[in-house]
């Protein structure tokens, strides 16, 4: 579903978990992608799994917005399977897992970063009308009822 308040929420437990001594830190799907790409073309992945491993709690916010290819979707595995039974990770996404062999262009690497993600997880899902249209729908209904 989309804007009912995924990020936010993964924002309070983030700041919740900061205000408890746990070194924290939120990115965007795309950005971590991105800046995993460029350690791999200058030859410091290693460096940058390292930089990302270190944190108790990951959060990465909206997988699934933007198409990730081959490359970013293995990239992405390296990063999960070195987090893997160490540390948390936060993800948010407006995709059901059914779709993230689309999401990241190869079923079995999805699956394999499935595996990872779910294993010891708690899954919540928010289902409801998008907190930024809420109110619109709301101003709409109500000039109908005065029509």
């Known amino acids: 579903t989309f804007h009912n308040g995924k990020t936010h929420l993964a924002t309070a437990i983030g700041v919740e978990a900061a205000s408890k001594r746990y070194l924290t830190y939120f990115i965007s799907c795309h950005d971590l992608i991105q800046n995993l ?3 791999y073309d200058e030859n410091r992945l290693e460096s940058r799994l390292k930089h990302y491993n270190k944190y108790r709690l990951l959060i990465i916010d909206e997988i699934g917005y933007l198409p990730i290819d081959r490359l970013g979707a293995n990239l992405f595995f390296q990063l999960i399977t070195k987090r893997y039974e160490h ?6 996404t407006n995709q059901p ?4 062999g689309d999401v990241f262009s190869d079923i079995t690497l999805a ?10 997880s708690h899954i919540v ?3 409801g ?9 709301e101003l709409i209904q109500q000039e109908r009822a005065s029509d």
């Open 129 to 137: 009308p998008s907190y930024r249209t809420k109110d619109v729908f």
């Open 37 to 39: 790409r460029k350690a």
């Open 125 to 127: 899902k928010i289902i």
């Open 87 to 92: 540390n948390s990770t936060i993800i948010t």
């Open 97 to 100: 897992f059914s779709k993230w």
């Open 111 to 120: 699956n394999a970063i499935l595996d990872r993600l779910l294993h010891h």
